[in-house]
């Protein structure tokens, strides 16, 4: 099993830009989601996923997008990138939401000039 | 305001000496977890603790769980450079028919040889 991978590991942007952050796991897991780490402030929850086809908003949403159309992916999108989304960005999966274990990748280290 | 607050923020002690890290909060929680998250890796989860008053050993890891489910504490025992890291605690709350995992903003344990 890979267990849960991004791609890619590192991108610059440029103001205004748009790109999609890709998340995969083998583990059949139904929960899935997005989490963004700044310096200090911790994991922020940004959206997360009870299933495919289902998608939800977490702490901080704006300007990000989401959606689960498989199981196995749930791709965040950014739009028009702005600095303040400079951030490492990792996604996680679990059976299934709350206490039980979360599965993270990599993460995504993202800069926005 | 921070749900879970994690004491101290930054740690470095020498290698052979035993430390306690916090995790506080005013809310209950239905469980916590800790994780470990090593430099350009995503966390990876350490234990669970469901019960008021748990106290689960691993190794020399000791966590405890408050007997109020609000509060959280990781006591290492003879620390070694491979336990350096950023430690995170982690909260569930259920909401409606999903849990809401909330993370703290983390200790960075150095132990230097």
């Known amino acids: 099993n890979a267990g849960v991978t991004q791609t890619p590991k590192f991108q610059v942007l440029k103001t205004g830009q748009s790109m999609t952050l890709q998340c995969a796991q083998d583990?059949?897991?139904?929960?899935m989601s997005w989490y963004r780490q700044d310096p200090g402030m911790g994991l922020r929850l940004i959206h997360y996923s009870v299933g495919a086809g289902i998608t939800d908003q977490g702490e901080v949403p704006n300007g990000y997008n989401v959606s689960r159309s498989t199981t196995e992916d749930f791709p965040l999108r950014l739009l028009s990138a702005a600095p303040s989304q400079t951030s490492v960005y990792f996604c996680?999966?679990?059976?299934?939401?709350?206490?039980?274990?979360?599965?993270f990748g990599p993460g995504t280290r993202l800069t926005v000039t | 305001t921070q749900l879970l607050e994690q004491s101290p923020q930054f740690l470095s002690i020498q290698e052979g000496e035993n430390l306690t890290v916090y995790c506080n909060s005013s809310?209950?929680?239905?469980?916590l977890q800790w994780y470990r998250q090593e430099p350009g890796e995503g966390p990876v989860l350490l234990v669970t603790v469901v019960t008021g008053g748990e106290v689960k050993k691993l190794k020399r890891l000791t966590f405890q769980f408050g007997d109020a489910r609000k509060d959280s504490s990781l006591h290492i025992t003879a620390a070694q450079p491979g336990d350096t890291g950023l430690y995170l605690c982690a909260g569930a709350q259920r909401g409606g028919s999903n849990y809401k995992l909330t993370f703290g903003k983390g200790t960075l344990l150095t132990v230097n040889p």
């Open positions: 583990m059949n897991h139904e929960y």
């Open positions: 996680a999966s679990s059976a299934k939401g709350g206490p039980y274990e979360q599965y």
């Open positions: 809310s209950v929680f239905s469980s």
